[in-house]
């Protein structure tokens, strides 16, 4: 009876290569239970399949719920827009971007927001229909949040990160995810395989070097297990209504 009180934590990103989702679980211990990919339907049999789980969306929530037009909203942030300006982002965009942190634009209508995202807004459907509520509500034992896996590799850093298709990119990304106790491979170990001969003919032996999808995805389950165990150290940036990135920091940097 014990195994059903434990949360698995999933973070799943739409975003990843050739196959549409990425999808990671981490157990309450941090020990990596799951890393896959494959079809929307994959992810959800997952999700389905975890008795008690917070999962976290690497994509929108919803599309542009035009918040940034209305005076109050407007007037409450810090610092206030100019007039006129950022009517066509959610709050949490326009937050991120005071910070220095680039994110994308989300459309007003799901028809003008890139595929990805349109498969997000499809995924969080799906999840509401599994019986998942977003956070920060505290009834039943299925959550969901949505995350920014470069924003959330930031602020962790402190820094803007590496280009994350590059290798040092991945090997960064890995790193901090490492560093937070996370149980991936050491990524330092890539320097200890690397030799002359593997050097000059152009092998490098990155096979424990996950791709850039899988460390978002990671990045998303990591954040997810912040959110539920740490509530207190993590920071909700946005408009509930629209949709509130949740980055795994209790305080941001003016800039990064």
Known sequence: MMFFSHTTFIGIDP?????????????????????????MDEALAFVAGQ????????????PNQRAMERPSVRESLSPPPRPGR???????????????????????KASACP????????LYQHLEGLGF???????????????????????????APFPKHSLEGRLQRQLVLFEHN??????????EEITRHRLLKGILPDEEVYSPGELDALMAAYTAWMTSTRADQVTCLGDPEEGQIILPVKELKSRY
Request: net charge positive; with cysteine; charged share 20%.
């Open 15 to 39: 975003t990843a290569g050739k196959q549409p989702f990425v999808y990671a679980a981490l157990n309450e211990d941090l020990q990596l239970m799951a890393l896959g990919q494959g079809e």
């Open 51 to 62: 008795h008690q789980a917070m999962v976290a969306v690497c994509a929108p929530r919803r």
């Open 86 to 108: 950022w009517t066509n982002f959610r709050v949490a965009e326009y937050l991120l971007r005071q910070h220095n942190i680039p994110c994308p634009k989300t459309a007003s």
């Open 115 to 122: 595929r990805w995202m349109q498969m997000g807004f499809m």
């Open 133 to 159: 509520k977003d956070y920060p509500a505290q009834a039943g034992e299925r959550r969901m949040i949505e995350v920014y896996p470069h924003a959330c590799f930031t602020v962790l850093l402190g820094r």
């Open 182 to 191: 996370i149980n991936v491979p050491d990524p330092m170990r890539f320097f």
